[in-house]
Structures are given as structure tokens and as C-alpha cells.
Nanobody, 121 residues
Framework: QVQLVESGGGLVQPGGSLRLSCAAS????????MAWYRQAPGKQRELVAS???????GYAGSVKGRFTISRDNSKNAVYLQMNSLKPEDTAVYYC???????????????WGQGTHVTVSS
């Protein structure tokens, strides 16, 4: 019912910027909340930023003021603009969407395949 394709990762120097994109292909349903997570080597996956369908956002303290999450409901897409990147931002970044099929009262989470972000000089 949901397929997610992420793009935009890569290698960037400290202080640089990257923009991640996640496009969802869906059928017969609605995407509610969307979010970005990341997992650094040897660490647990952590929430980076989230956004509701109405546009309310939330951020982890470590990225607040540097990262901006946005979405385009017409394209079922979510974006993460990352500025002032630091080496500690190095991780695999995953998008997650909460999808509710039409005619149901339940929803499920779907994950992207992940995109690598490396911040290094």
C-alpha cells in the first residue's frame, strides 16, 4: 500500500547543507504524520523531526535551529533541509510515514530504505 523512496544523502563538509527527500507512493488512503529518523553506527535509531498533516513540526534538541522539516501533501512527500551540518550528524536517515487506509480507523507506520549522510572534512 505504501512505497517510500528517499534521496539526497551524500558526503558533505562540516558547516555544509543537504536536503533529503522522501516520496511516498500510496493507494486508497491518507498519510498522516511524517517524520525523519537517523541511526548512527553503534547507536539506536532516533527521531530527528516530525510533521503533522496540518504542518505542525517538532525537532530533536540536537538539530533544532539547523534542520527544517517540510511536506507537500499534493506529492505525498516530506523533506529535511539540513544546514550547519556537524560530524555528529553522520548517520543513515530514514523517513517514516503514518498511513491510514480509507474506511478504516487504524493506521500503520512505513519506513524508507534509508539514505546515508556523512559529514566529514
Amino acid at each position: 500500500q505504501v512505497q517510500l523512496v528517499e534521496s539526497g544523502g551524500g558526503l558533505v563538509q562540516p558547516g555544509g547543507s543537504l536536503r533529503l527527500s522522501c516520496a511516498a507512493s500510496i493507494s486508497a488512503g491518507t498519510i498522516n504524520a511524517m517524520a525523519w529518523y537517523r541511526q548512527a553506527p553503534g547507536k539506536q535509531r532516533e527521531l530527528v523531526a516530525s510533521i503533522t498533516r496540518g504542518g505542525t513540526t517538532g525537532y530533536a534538541g540536537s538539530v533544532k535551529g539547523r534542520f527544517t522539516i517540510s511536506r507537500d501533501n499534493s506529492k505525498n512527500a516530506v523533506y529535511l533541509q539540513m544546514n550547519s551540518l556537524k560530524p555528529e550528524d553522520t548517520a543513515v536517515y530514514y523517513c517514516k510515514v503514518d498511513f491510514a487506509p480509507y474506511g478504516t480507523i487504524w493506521s500503520s507506520n512505513y519506513w524508507g530504505q534509508g539514505t546515508h549522510v556523512t559529514v566529514s572534512s
